[in-house]
C-alpha cells in the first residue's frame, strides 16, 4: 500500500529511524554514540520497551511493523515510523547487531544480521531497552560507501536529526557521542525552552517569542524570535507536525512575511514552531525520506501561521524588546542586526528615500545628495549622516602617468583633489569631467575581483589580525566551519575550534571589518554563505562565493578615509570591468560640463 522508498542515503538516515524507533518503545532515556562520522558506528541505546525473542528477529524483515494491523490504522498512525522498513533497509547495507530485554525477560537477546542474513541470535545478559549497534554502513555497497562525504559533513547531518527528535520530546534525556567526545547531554528538560537553552543557548532561548494559536483546523505552538535576534545565518528553524519534524519552503515564507519591514531582507529570525493537525489532514507520506509533508488545509494553515506570528510581534513594542530581564543581559550579543534596525536617521529632514543619483543619468529635480538611501543588495537600512564628513583627499593619487582604465586612457587627467561626501561617493575630476564614484559599490567590484582571483588560483589572501574573539555557533555551525577550516584559511580567516560549539576568530580577511564588535557578524555572514553553498569549490560557484565575500565584506556602514580613495579609485580602474558591479550595477557617473550646463 505504500510504496517503499530509499529509507538509508547516509548515515543520518540510520540516526533518525533508531531514534524514532527508540522514541516510539517508550524510551525516556536515548543514547547516540558515533564513530567517524558513522561510517563505523551508529549505535543507539534506549530503555524502551524491549522486544521478544521473535520480534527481534522478526523486526528485520521487510515490512515487520507492530504498528500496523489494518489498513485503516494507517490514516491514524501517530508514531514515528509506520512502514516497516527502516530497519530491514539498514541490515540490507551494514552489519546490524541488535541487544534487545523486556522488563519481563530475564535474559537478553543478541542478533547479529550483515547484508540481510540472519548472522546468528544468542542469549546474552543486558538492561531493558534495546540497543541497535550499526557497523560497516554501505560495506557491501561500495559504490555508495564512496558517495558519502566527509566524517565532518556526515556528523553534522546526524547532529539535525538527533536536535529534530530531541526538540520533539524535551521529557526525554538525550545525548550524542561523536569518537568517543560528548557532544550533547540533554537532562530531560521541563519546557521546550529549557531544552532550547540546553541545545543552543541561553541568549537564543531568551530571544524566543512564544506564540500559541489554536482554530478548526490546526493548532499552533512553540517559539519565534524577536526581530532584532534575526541573523543571516546561525538561526534555528524548525516547522513540526504531529510530534514530527518537516521542511516546508512554503510555511517558512509565511514566517518571513509576519516579520516584513521588521527585519533587513535576508536575515531570519530563529522559530520552533509545531502545528497539530487530525492526523488524516496531513499526507506525511509524500517522500521517502518523510520530511515533506502536503496539508490538506495549506493555504489555511499558512495564513493562520502568518496572522498568529503578525499578532505576537505587534504585541512586542520595541521598547520592551530590550528588556531581556537584568543578568542575562550580558549574554546578549548585540550584532549589527540591531543596529541596523536603529539606523541614526535625522528627524524632519526632507528626505527622498528613493532618490538614487545612480539611477539616472542626469540629476532629478533638486536632489539633496546627503539625505539619499542606497536602495541596493545587501544593505537594507543605511545610517544616514548630515554633512561633516566631506573632506578633501590626498591629491597625490592624481599621477599623469598610470593608467586608469579604458575610459580614461586618452583623458589628460587634470590636476585636482578628491571629495568624499558622506562616506558615500567620491568625487573627482577625470578631464573635462565630474566623477561620481559610489564607494560601496566600488568595494564590491575590487574586493569581487580579488575574492575571486583568490578562490580560482588558490591564493592567499592578506589577513588583517584580531585580538581572539570567541564566537558561540552551535554545535551544527561549528562542524560547518571546521568543515571549510581550508578554504577560510585561504581567503585569510584564522579560527579554531573551541569546544563543542564556539570557534575562536583570530584573523578576518583584508577589507573585513576588524573591530571585535563585527565578528560575530562576520562569521554569522560567513555560515550563511557556507550553508548555501556546501558543495565543494566548483567553476560555476566562484563567482558567487567571490560575490557573496565581497557583499558580506563591504556590508557594514564603515566610514571611509579619505585617504583610502586614491587607492580605492586606482583599484576600481585595474578591475576587468570597472563600470558595473558584479550584479550589474552602476558603480560611477560622470557628469560633463554640458550636464551640468543644463542645470543652470
Ligand atoms: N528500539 C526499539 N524498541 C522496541 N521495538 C523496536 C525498536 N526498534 C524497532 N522495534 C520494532 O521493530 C519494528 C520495525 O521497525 P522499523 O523497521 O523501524 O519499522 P516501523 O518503525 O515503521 O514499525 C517496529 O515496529 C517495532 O516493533
Ligand atoms: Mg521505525
Redesign the pocket.
Known amino acids: 500500500m505504500i510504496a517503499a522508498g530509499e529509507v538509508v542515503q547516509r548515515p543520518a538516515s540510520v540516526v533518525k ?1 533508531l531514534v524514532e ?2 522514541v ?2 517508550g524510551a525516556d532515556r536515548i543514547d547516540v554514540n558515533i564513530v567517524d562520522g558513522g561510517r563505523t558506528l551508529i549505535q543507539v541505546i ?1 530503555n ?4 521478544s525473542q521473535e ?1 527481534a528477529v522478526l ?1 528485520f524483515e521487510r515490512h ?4 500496523i494491523s489494518s489498513a485503516e490504522d494507517l490514516e491514524s498512525i501517530s508514531t ?9 533497509s539498514i541490515a540490507a547495507i551494514a552489519e546490524v547487531t541488535l541487544r ?1 530485554r523486556r522488563k519481563e525477560d530475564e535474559t537478553a537477546l543478541e542478533v547479529h544480521f550483515a547484508a540481510s542474513q540472519n548472522q546468528g541470535v544468542e542469549l546474552t545478559q543486558g538492561p531493558c531497552g ?1 540497543n ?1 549497534m550499526v557497523r560497516n554502513l554501505f560495506y557491501n555497497v561500495p559504490a555508495r560507501r564512496k558517495y558519502l562525504k566527509s566524517d565532518l559533513v556526515e556528523f553534522r547531518h546526524i547532529v539535525e536529526e538527533f536536535e529534530r527528535v530531541a526538540l520533539t520530546r524535551c521529557d526525554i534525556a538525550f545525548s550524542l557521542t561523536h569518537n568517543g567526545k560528548e557532544v550533547f547531554v540533554l537532562k530531560p528538560a521541563p519546557s521546550l525552552k529549557m531544552r532550547i537553552k540546553d541545545l543552543y543557548s541561553s541568549s537564543v532561548a531568551s530571544e524566543l517569542l512564544d506564540i500559541s494559536e489554536q482554530t478548526s483546523v490546526a493548532a499552533f505552538n512553540g517559539f519565534v524570535g524577536r526581530p532584532e535576534s534575526a541573523r543571516k545565518g546561525q538561526t534555528h528553524q524548525f516547522f513540526f507536525v504531529n510530534g514530527r519534524y518537516f521542511r516546508s519552503p512554503y510555511l517558512s515564507k509565511a514566517v518571513a512575511k509576519a516579520y516584513e519591514g521588521m527585519i533587513p531582507d535576508g536575515m531570519m529570525p530563529s522559530y520552533f514552531i509545531f502545528i497539530d493537525v487530525p492526523p488524516y489532514s496531513v499526507d506525511v507520506n509524500v517522500s521517502p525520506t518523510k520530511t515533506e509533508i502536503k496539508f490538506e488545509e495549506d493555504s489555511i494553515i499558512f495564513s493562520t501561521l502568518f496572522a498568529t506570528i503578525k499578532g505576537v510581534l505587534g504585541q512586542q513594542s520595541f521598547g520592551d524588546t530590550l528588556d531581556f530581564g537584568g543578568s542575562r543581559m550580558t549574554e546578549i550579543p548585540i550584532s549589527r542586526a540591531y543596529n541596523e534596525l536603529h539606523p541614526l536617521r535625522v528627524p524632519d529632514a526632507p528626505l527622498d528615500p528613493d532618490y538614487n543619483p545612480f539611477d539616472t543619468d542626469g540629476f532629478p529635480n533638486e536632489p539633496n545628495p546627503f539625505t539619499s538611501f542606497s536602495n541596493d543588495e545587501t544593505s537594507a537600512f543605511t545610517g544616514v549622516s548630515l554633512g561633516g564628513t566631506s573632506s578633501f583627499a590626498d591629491a597625490s593619487y592624481v599621477d599623469k602617468k598610470e593608467s586608469y582604465g579604458k575610459l580614461f586612457e586618452d583623458v589628460q587627467l587634470a590636476t585636482s583633489s578628491a571629495i568624499v561626501l558622506d562616506d558615500k561617493y567620491i568625487l573627482t575630476q577625470r578631464g573635462a569631467s565630474l566623477l561620481v564614484v559610489n564607494i560601496r559599490r566600488a568595494r564590491l567590484r575590487v574586493l569581487y575581483e580579488k575574492y575571486y582571483a583568490i578562490l580560482s588560483r588558490n591564493g592567499h589572501c592578506t589577513q588583517t589580525a584580531l585580538f581572539e574573539t570567541p564566537v558561540y555557533v552551535g554545535v551544527e555551525n561549528a562542524l560547518l566551519l571546521e568543515e571549510h577550516l581550508e578554504l577560510l584559511n585561504l581567503l585569510g580567516f584564522e579560527i579554531r575550534m573551541f569546544g563543542n560549539d564556539t570557534i575562536v576568530v583570530s584573523g578576518v580577511p583584508e577589507g573585513f571589518s576588524a573591530d571585535s564588535g563585527a565578528v560575530e557578524q562576520v562569521v554569522a555572514d560567513v555560515i550563511d554563505i557556507l550553508k548555501e553553498k556546501m558543495t565543494t569549490l566548483e567553476e560555476a560557484m566562484l563567482s558567487s562565493m567571490s560575490l557573496r565575500f565581497a557583499q558580506s565584506a563591504v556590508s557594514g556602514g564603515q566610514s571611509f578615509q579619505a585617504s583610502e580613495a586614491s587607492r580605492l579609485v586606482n583599484d576600481l580602474f585595474a578591475c576587468s570591468d570597472s563600470e558595473i558591479t558584479p550584479q550589474g550595477k552602476k558603480i560611477y557617473v560622470c557628469l560633463t560640463t554640458a550636464d551640468l550646463d543644463k542645470r543652470f
Do not use: H, I, P
Not at 524502551?48 to 522486544?51: F, L, R
Open positions: 529511524e524507533n527508540a516510539d518503545a534506549d524502551g520497551c524491549g522486544m520480534d523486526c515487520a511493523t507492530s504498528k514515528f515510523g509506520f512502514r516497516g522498513e527502516a530497519l530491514a534487545t534495546s541497535f
